[in-house]
């Protein structure tokens, strides 16, 4: 009996863990065919605050699981985890209960962290 407890102990935990760690995992990027600099001023900036900075989710106020994405310092920090979690390839897809964003704005996002996350 005993044995059997020490092995569901060590079960949860590992099917604990196994998420936990997917979900800070470093997305890999895809090379995307966009050559033109993402501006983050005219797409980036508008993309997050409209699906993901909004009240009650991870605007400054809310922050919701502690996140805040309503900077350029915010979005920029969490770019990878944001990126994992549009792919739905984090914990939960983002937007959390909205439809998917369409691959072409996942793509941008892509390329703006391929570029190097440039505050322009």
């Given at each position: 009996?005993?044995?059997?407890?020490?092995?569901?102990?060590?079960?949860?935990?590992?099917?604990?863990s196994?998420?936990?760690?997917?979900?800070?995992?470093?997305?890999?990027?895809?090379?995307?065919?966009?050559?033109?600099?993402?501006?983050?001023?005219?797409?980036?900036?508008?993309?997050?605050?409209?699906?993901?900075?909004?009240?009650?989710?991870?605007?400054?106020?809310?922050?919701?699981?502690?996140?805040?994405?309503?900077?350029?310092?915010?979005?920029?920090?969490?770019?990878?985890?944001?990126?994992?979690?549009?792919?739905g390839?984090?914990?939960?897809?983002?937007?959390?209960?909205?439809?998917?964003?369409?691959?072409?704005?996942?793509?941008?996002?892509?390329?703006?962290?391929?570029?190097?996350?440039?505050?322009?």
């Amino acid at each position: 009996m005993k044995k059997f407890l020490t092995f569901l102990s060590v079960a949860a935990i590992t099917a604990v863990s196994i998420p936990s760690c997917t979900k800070d995992k470093a997305p890999e990027l895809i090379t995307t065919d966009i050559t033109d600099t993402i501006s983050f001023s005219e797409k980036i900036g508008p993309l997050i605050h409209i699906n993901c900075a909004t009240s009650g989710c991870h605007d400054a106020e809310t922050a919701t699981s502690g996140y805040d994405l309503s900077s350029f310092q915010g979005i920029s920090d969490n770019a990878s985890m944001m990126l994992n979690a549009m792919r739905g390839q984090g914990a939960v897809q983002m937007p959390y209960n909205l439809p998917a964003l369409p691959d072409s704005s996942i793509a941008q996002f892509e390329a703006w962290i391929v570029q190097g996350k440039l505050n322009n």
